[in-house]
T-cell receptor, first 113, second 116 residues
């Protein structure tokens, strides 16, 4: 079956620090990969996506590259802001007749001023 | 605002009771997904409906059921509630008819269920 493993948090950084959240996956078939973000008290929002090997997803300064050879999709940002404090979820979907998402356990990021 | 609405926002009930959670998808989205978020299990897919029909099932207990109505809103019914059912329940919607490789899901704000 499908599974996603992401680094456990919580992660606490100072403003303008570099962020990496590791994510690896196991999937049958050729998955699409996603990072979702959950701000306090809100639902999940799609942050970025990649649908094939070597694709780089990017949004709001965040980036992640689909690495088929290492089955990874690590999230990075060069300079985090206080407003980036949230829970980040790595997820995959193998499509087909449905597009259900398989999520990692989430990583809580806190950015201090 | 994702365009997906869920009611109620919070629900507090007792063990053994039955509750119904409601979801209205984004306008035009035919597919609805239900997910459960709990501290120990994380975010888990429960069930998907597409245009009124069940499309896929995940880790959904037999005590739980769902349906999607002709107006495309969906309800998740949880019965014989146990303490362990306390969780945040999310609904998401998408338009799988777009023919794209991936299918973006838009999530509602969730319903927080507390079973006492």
């Amino acid at each position: 079956g499908n599974s996603v493993t992401q680094m456990e948090g919580p992660v606490t950084l100072s403003e303008e620090a570099f962020l990496t959240i590791n994510c690896t996956y196991t999937a049958t078939g050729y998955p699409s990969l996603f990072w979702y973000v959950q701000y306090p008290g809100e639902g999940l929002q799609l942050l970025l996506k990649a649908t094939k090997a070597d694709d780089k997803g990017s949004n709001k300064g965040f980036e992640a590259t689909y690495r088929k050879e290492t089955t990874s999709f690590h999230l990075e940002k060069g300079s985090v802001q206080v407003s980036d404090s949230a829970v980040y979820f790595c997820a995959l979907s193998t499509g087909g007749s449905n597009y259900k998402l398989t999520f990692g356990k989430g990583t809580l990021l806190t950015v201090n001023p | 605002d994702s365009g997906v609405t869920q009611t109620p926002k919070h629900l507090i009930t007792a063990t053994g009771q039955r509750v119904t959670l409601r979801c209205s998808p984004r306008s035009g989205d035919l597919s609805v997904y239900w997910y459960q978020q709990s501290l120990d299990q994380g975010l888990q897919f429960l069930i998907q409906y597409y245009n009124g029909e069940e499309r896929a099932k995940g880790n959904i207990l037999e005590r739980f059921s769902a349906q999607q109505f002709p107006d495309l809103h969906s309800e998740l019914n949880l019965s014989s509630l146990e303490l362990g059912d306390s969780a945040l329940y999310f609904c998401a919607s998408s338009d799988p008819s777009s023919g794209r490789v991936y299918n973006e899901q838009f999530f509602g704000p969730g319903t927080r269920l507390t079973v006492l």
